[in-house]
């Protein structure tokens, strides 16, 4: 066997291929013995073997648990009724015997059950025990004391019942129903005792709140985990009652309500020490009842629009727990509880996260001076430099309002967290956005504050860095997050996380740009609004403003620079139509001046760097062309001049190489139009006055790109303009009822259609074949007509009848003549 390979690699390849035949061999066999196996096993065990017992529906736990739960539920029904139904026909002593006898058995009956390991039987009798000891309590009071007031023995008897459940799961431990149902009874005897002592709602609520807090002992103090479950739903239900009658009772009676919300929140915030899962939620309780107590107190005792700053500032003492004792060095792992004087993790984030949910509901309470502010001079029912705004309006708006927001800019301040420093700058922007509305200031004094506003937000913009100091790069502007473990200084646990730790890398100073470059954009809108309603102020302030955004434009950095440049054309433009507005010229006047601010973006854009920036202020230059042209439209010799303008200004931004495949034919469509507009103006109604203009170019194009590339199709280079002479000249020979149109079109489309033929170039060929087949159709169509009226009747047919039999006699070359023709065509160019 003679092979191209080595003898070395050749043995290789063939151990390989021997041992996958070893193994192919071993599959085989295996298979083999597993089919005599199912072939013969069945006869031999048939008479072998037992035959099975049936599959049971259910297992063996789950059929006792079925039957236990009905036992025990048909004997609780029968023991309603007999107690009921058949207790007023028996003697006293039959009752106390009766009583005795079948409750001591059914609670006796578990620890013998026990004793058998018969956990579930024993779990039902004894459930059945226990509703019998509330039968028994039902008896005694219908029988020997239904003179006792209801809810005082309800009360006493809930008492005693939990303490005689407690008693009987603690001896039998084995037992999980006794001690969860003395916790539930355990819930009843203070509030209904409350409540049977003739206390009103706040009686109740600390009744219920020293039940809650019982039940928090429970949690801390208890191991099995029903009895805890059952303890947190009494608390949590009791508790909230009572924390919800002292919300109530802090706006009613704060004297009634701030006591019981700060003994809640003490018990709450006990509980969230000691228990690291519940920590969170539990302090975050605890923090937002402090505050609506201490709050409440506040509003008792000053005027009524300091409430809102009293919550505030409670609010900011409770967010101030999270850096305050981080410089104690808390636990930094949540779910290790306190040991010491410095509250663990989670207890410091419950209280820092109700204090900030407070206080940003104070600063939504604030916002409405902020909005007014804003959008209040764009709300115009007359003319600009009408003075519509210049009146002084009474403010609507507590002054406490802009307070509250500067307290909230300076508790942000201290936060060095770059979303701490974003909500300050905005928050700093809005104090100043409501100021005005808020103290009720002059016309004079708001155009300058907001001017003031926006002019210091853009500086920011573009000089961010005094706001970073103490930020890094890479912190998210996210909600605070758990702090190191061990931090060096007071403010370490809020230090930016370094990049790659759970949040994506982010310049500070990008993000402090946006914030106060959107900050500076509104309230130069805003000032540009308002001062609309005097003259002088509507040429101050757009120059201000076209400065402002002229500095961002040429100081800033990346796309602030390019929105910048949009703005500083669209403020030139709002100077120019001011210019023209108080000028009092006309519609089309106005549109040549606003020409100028396209052909003045045009050089400017050709010497601006980078090319973003300068394709930014371009495009807004021809954008401002667009508007200029619907105010000249009113008067056509204007629109003309305008379109030519606007051609010319595309002709020379051409002349540049990176312009010049776009605005060579924008400027081309734009001489084209004013073309047309000048034709119309005088009246011109002949097509060809229109078409003429698009088709000459068109051609001349088309030959230059012939002459560059002789591959590219005559359709591409000479089809459209041929067809925008052509065809219209075409449908208007048809109405023409002179001839002069008819033959010079007939006589161009045949020359045309020679052309095509002699160049071999199908486009000529066969739109001057197929416009000159039309046009002598139709001058041909009346004698036509007349030659068939002359002609007897029965003749059209007979030399139809003749076409057909020589086309058929002849069908096979014609139709090798119509497929070479098709050929010849369609190698034409």
């Not at 406490?400 to 701490?420: D, E, F, I, K």
């Not at 308002?530 to 302030?541: E, I, M, N, P, S």
Request: charged share 10%; net charge positive.
């Amino acid at each position: 066997m003679n092979t191209s390979l080595p003898p070395a690699d050749e043995l290789v390849l063939v151990d390989r291929e021997l041992a996958r035949l070893d193994a192919r061999r071993s599959q085989l066999l295996a298979r083999r013995a597993w089919l005599l196996q199912v072939l013969y096993a069945p006869a031999r065990s048939v008479a072998a073997s037992p035959p099975r017992p049936p599959v049971a529906d259910s297992t063996p736990r789950s059929a006792q648990n079925v039957l236990l739960t009905l036992g025990g539920t048909l004997l609780t029904i029968a023991a309603v009724a007999f107690t009921l139904v058949s207790w007023g026909s028996m003697g006293i002593g039959g009752r106390a015997a009766v009583l005795f006898v079948v409750t001591s058995a059914a609670l006796a009956a578990p620890v013998a059950l026990l004793r058998r390991s018969l956990v579930s039987t024993a779990e039902s009798v004894a459930a059945l025990g226990l509703v019998l000891m509330v039968l028994d309590a039902y008896a005694l009071h219908r029988v020997a004391l239904s003179e006792t007031d209801g809810l005082g023995y309800t009360a006493v008897a809930s008492a005693v019942l939990a303490g005689a459940w407690a008693a009987y799961g603690a001896a039998l431990s084995r037992l999980r129903i006794p001690l969860p149902a003395a916790v539930v009874a355990g819930q009843l005897p203070l509030p209904l005792g409350a409540l049977a002592a003739g206390g009103g709602p706040t009686a109740f609520a600390w009744a219920a709140l020293v039940t809650a807090a019982a039940d928090g002992a429970v949690v801390l103090w208890t191991r099995p985990a029903p009895v805890r479950i059952t303890a947190v739903s009494g608390a949590t239900l009791l508790g909230g009652w009572a924390l919800l009658t002292g919300g109530w009772l802090s706006f009613t009676a704060p004297w009634s309500g701030a006591p019981l919300l700060l003994a809640g929140a003490a018990v709450t915030l006990y509980v969230a020490w000691r228990t690291p899962a519940l920590a969170v939620a539990a302090s975050a309780v605890a923090g937002l009842a402090a505050v609506t107590a201490l709050g409440g107190l506040l509003r008792a005792a000053v005027p009524a629009e300091w409430t809102v700053p009293g919550y505030v500032l409670c609010a900011l003492v409770l967010a101030s727990v999270w850096p305050l004792t981080a410089r104690s060095g808390a636990p930094a792992d949540g779910m290790t509880p306190g040991t010491g004087a410095v509250p663990p993790r989670g207890v410091r984030l419950g209280l820092a996260s109700a204090g900030a949910g407070v206080a940003a509901l104070g600063v939504v309470w604030a916002l409405p001076p902020v909005a007014a502010g804003l959008l209040g001079p764009m709300a115009r029912t007359t003319d600009v430099w009408s003075g519509e705004h210049t009146a002084r309006a009474l403010s609507s708006y507590p002054a406490t309002a802009v307070l509250v927001v500067a307290v909230a800019v300076a508790a942000l301040a201290a936060v060095p967290r770059l979303w701490a420093r974003c909500g300050a700058l905005a928050l700093a922007w809005a104090l100043l956005t409501a100021l005005p509305v808020s103290l009720g200031l002059p016309y004079a004094a708001t155009l300058v504050l907001q001017l003031l506003t926006a002019a210091p937000a853009l500086w920011i913009a573009v000089r961010p860095a005094p706001l970073t100091r103490g930020l890094r790069a890479g912190a998210a502007p996210a909600a605070p997050s758990a702090p190191p473990a061990g931090p060096a200084t007071p403010w370490a646990s809020w230090a930016p996380k370094p990049p790659g730790q759970g949040s994506a890398a982010v310049e500070p100073g990008t993000v402090l740009g946006w914030c106060a470059y959107a900050g500076g954009l509104a309230s130069a809108v805003s000032a540009l609004a308002l001062a609309l309603d005097v003259r002088g102020a509507t040429f101050a302030v757009l120059a201000v403003v076209l400065g402002l955004l002229t500095g961002v434009a040429v100081l800033g950095t990346g796309a602030r620079r390019v929105v910048s440049a949009c703005g500083t054309v669209l403020a030139a433009t709002g100077l120019v139509c001011a210019a023209a507005a108080a000028g009092g010229f006309e519609d089309h006047w106005t549109a040549l001046a606003l020409l100028l601010v396209s052909a003045a973006t045009a050089a400017v854009g050709a010497r601006t760097r980078p090319r973003a920036v300068a394709l930014a202020t371009e495009i807004t230059g021809a954008a401002v062309a667009l508007p200029a042209f619907g105010l000249a439209a009113s008067r056509p010799a204007f629109l003309a001049l305008a379109l030519a303008l606007g051609g010319v200004i595309a002709a020379a931004t051409a002349v540049r190489p990176e312009r010049r495949r776009f605005a060579s034919w924008t400027a081309a469509v734009l001489f084209l139009l004013a073309t047309w507009v000048r034709l119309a103006g005088w009246e011109v109604t002949t097509p060809e006055a229109y078409t003429l203009p698009v088709t000459v170019p068109a051609l001349v194009v088309g030959f230059l790109r012939r002459r560059r590339d002789a591959e590219a199709s005559s359709w591409t280079a000479y089809g459209p303009g041929l067809a925008v002479t052509l065809l219209p000249s075409l449908l208007a020979a048809w109405t023409d009822p002179e001839w002069v149109r008819p033959l010079v079109l007939g006589v161009t489309a045949l020359a045309v259609t020679l052309l095509g033929a002699r160049s071999r170039l199908q486009a000529l060929l066969v739109l001057g074949g197929a416009v000159l087949a039309l046009d002598g159709l139709h001058e041909l169509a009346p004698y036509v007509v007349q030659v068939v009226g002359a002609l007897p009747r029965w003749l059209p047919p007979a030399l139809a009848g003749l076409l057909l039999l020589a086309v058929g006699a002849t069908y096979e070359q014609r139709l090798r003549d119509a497929r070479r023709l098709r050929d010849r065509v369609a190698r034409m160019r």
